[in-house]
């Protein structure tokens, strides 16, 4: 009944030199037991008192309780900062005197000291609570989106397969699909998107980029500025390979061929068989 990773009400049962002792109200036998440091008890608490306290395990691996409120509870996704990184892994400022393991295993790209991570709690095999980056199953499906908002999210993790995951408000589950991805996106970025669409089952659809007209502009304007940064003649035209259109323009082909037909309807640029060059 003593619940790892939650605060709970617990009543004390027994006052000793280093402390007080806490069950749960419903064992009347005290069966289970955990230490509340001296410390942390309440001024004029006695046996039979109840006190609010979250648990954990200490340095030796002890439960233990505090009336100190973490930054990350369970079922809980947060950011938290990296307090120092270690041998087997990294380990997370989260409010209390010992800090938060986060193995390696758990970590969707190598943090260092200093950063910040979205992260949430889980129980291990030694029954230690320790921290995962993979928060995938603990994002809600129920956001109160709909198609063409405007978001706000932290990138947790990027599949080859399906683009970048992201966790909007830091509580709801979002995917950037690999077709909208472009741009040095990585993971612990914050960033700004739109919502294309919102699936059956509540996850959201994200764009970085904006609805098509607008978005013809704003890259319009960006292939301008290359070509200008060649000396007003791009060494390649919108018959390029695709990779090399989205390696010096951050876009696809199709979105290329779009901007440069504004700009050549426009009168802006002219297109030579082997170059595009501003007029």
């Not at 947060?78 to 307090?83: D, F, G, P, R, T």
């Not at 980029?209 to 301008?224: F, H, N, P, W, Y």
Request: include cysteine; proline fraction near 3%.
């Amino acid at each position: 009944m003593l619940k790892l990773g939650e605060k709970q009400t617990l009543e004390i049962m027994k006052k000793v030199e280093f402390g007080v002792y806490l069950k749960h109200p419903e064992d009347a036998e005290g069966e289970e037991r955990v230490l509340l440091p001296a410390k942390q008890v309440p001024t004029g608490a006695g046996v039979g008192d109840s006190v609010e306290v979250f648990l954990y395990k200490d340095s030796k691996d002890r439960l233990i309780a505090t009336t100190k409120t973490p930054l990350l509870m369970m079922d809980e996704v947060k950011v938290l900062k990296v307090a120092q990184v270690g041998k087997m892994g990294a380990f997370l400022d989260w409010g209390l005197e010992k800090d938060l393991f986060l193995p390696f295993r758990e970590q969707t790209r190598k943090v260092r000291e200093g950063e910040e991570c979205l992260v949430t709690l889980y129980v291990d095999k030694s029954s230690r609570l320790c921290a995962t980056m993979k928060v995938y199953h603990y994002l809600s499906q129920s956001s109160p989106y709909k198609k063409d908002d405007r978001v706000e999210g932290v990138v947790y993790e990027i599949s080859d397969n399906f683009g970048a995951f992201v966790a909007v408000d830091n509580q709801y589950s979002g995917l950037i699909a690999k077709k909208e991805l472009f741009g040095n996106v990585k993971v612990g970025d914050i960033i700004s998107a739109r919502v294309v669409s919102v699936k059956e089952d509540g996850k959201l659809d994200l764009s970085i980029r904006e609805k098509a007209l607008t978005q013809i502009l704003i890259d319009a304007g960006k292939v301008l500025d290359v070509i200008e940064s060649f000396d007003g003649a791009l060494p390649f035209n919108d018959k390029a390979n695709p990779e090399v259109i989205k390696r010096e323009m951050q876009m696809s082909k199709n979105e290329f061929k779009k901007a440069v037909g504004h700009l050549l309807k426009s009168g802006k640029i002219e297109i030579t068989e082997k170059s595009i060059r501003l007029k």
